[in-house]
């Protein structure tokens, strides 16, 4: 499917760029839920994605793939790779994570996540966490409640992007406090990601409505009756809230 027949979905212009390597894809799945790595393949290329996320589940508690059968299904040069300390609880278990990334894999783009057992991201360990990630050599995308004094801490540090809850992870809830959502972006000239609880497409394009650069939608998709047919679908509404956007067709905020 050529860039021009996935319109704003996926843009000529990357919408980040880091290392040489260009973000173009405005749509990123999450893929710890997966158990069949050809259905990995089909899914990433129904939504157009060019990301490719991989983690370490510290704790050997959860199901994975090997990195051999996913390589052979997806053909992983062609994306970017990233990695992600999504199972972290703690600020030392998502350093350790994106160390384990870099020497098994070197990964040095890190989707740093830091969420305790109310699995919400703990916004002030992010920020440590991101300092020392980003002192050690890595690109850093952290995930964070809304607030802007920490996004604008998280800039400072030199993170490359924010990523901003929208409602509690698999929650299937969109953005819930549109207004925090919105200041929080506002205060940051860095790329942000909105994620979190966007379960259904008309959330994904509201979320980009508000105004962000991308999104990341994982459970949705994971757990749907056809995940392909509802990630091109979620491609579709990125497509659709980017071109409203671009229009400056925001309408009222919810809250």
Same mark, same amino acid.
């Given at each position: 499917m050529s860039t021009a027949a996935l319109g704003t979905a996926v843009t000529a212009e990357p919408w980040l760029s880091l290392r040489g390597r260009a973000f173009r894809s405005r749509l990123i799945?999450?893929?710890?839920?997966? #158990?069949? %790595?050809? @259905?990995?393949?089909?899914? =990433?290329?129904? &939504?157009?994605?060019?990301?490719?996320?991989?983690?370490?589940?510290?704790?050997? #508690?959860? %199901?994975? @793939?090997?990195?051999?059968? =996913?390589?052979? &299904?997806v053909g992983l040069d062609d994306y970017v790779w990233i990695g992600t300390t999504s199972f972290a609880r703690s600020q030392q278990d998502a350093l350790l994570t994106a160390r384990r990334l870099r020497d098994s894999y070197g990964i040095d783009i890190m989707k740093l996540d830091v969420r305790p057992s109310d699995n919400l991201p703990h916004n002030a360990q992010t920020i440590t966490a991101a300092a020392e990630l980003i002192a050690e050599g890595f690109?850093?995308?952290?995930?964070?409640?809304?607030?802007?004094?920490?996004?604008?801490?998280?800039?400072?540090?030199?993170?490359?992007?924010?990523?901003?809850?929208c409602s509690p992870v698999a929650s299937a809830r969109g953005v819930v406090d549109e207004r925090a959502v919105r200041e929080t972006m506002a205060a940051v000239s860095i790329p942000v990601v909105l994620e979190g609880g966007l379960g259904t497409p008309a959330q994904v394009v509201r979320a980009m409505e508000l105004g962000a650069d991308a999104v990341l939608v994982n459970t949705a998709v994971a757990q749907a009756p056809s995940p392909t047919k509802l990630a091109e679908s979620m491609r579709l509404a990125v497509e659709a809230g980017r071109l409203a956007a671009d229009q400056g067709l925001v309408g009222p905020l919810d809250k």
């Open positions: 799945l999450g893929i710890e839920q997966y #158990t069949d %790595p050809t @259905l990995v393949s089909e899914v =990433l290329r129904s &939504a157009a994605c060019d990301v490719f996320i991989t983690t370490f589940d510290l704790e050997q #508690t959860k %199901p994975s @793939l090997l990195m051999s059968d =996913l390589d052979e &299904a690109d850093v995308l952290p995930f964070i409640l809304p607030d802007p004094a920490t996004a604008v801490a998280l800039e400072k540090a030199g993170c490359a992007a924010v990523r901003i809850m």
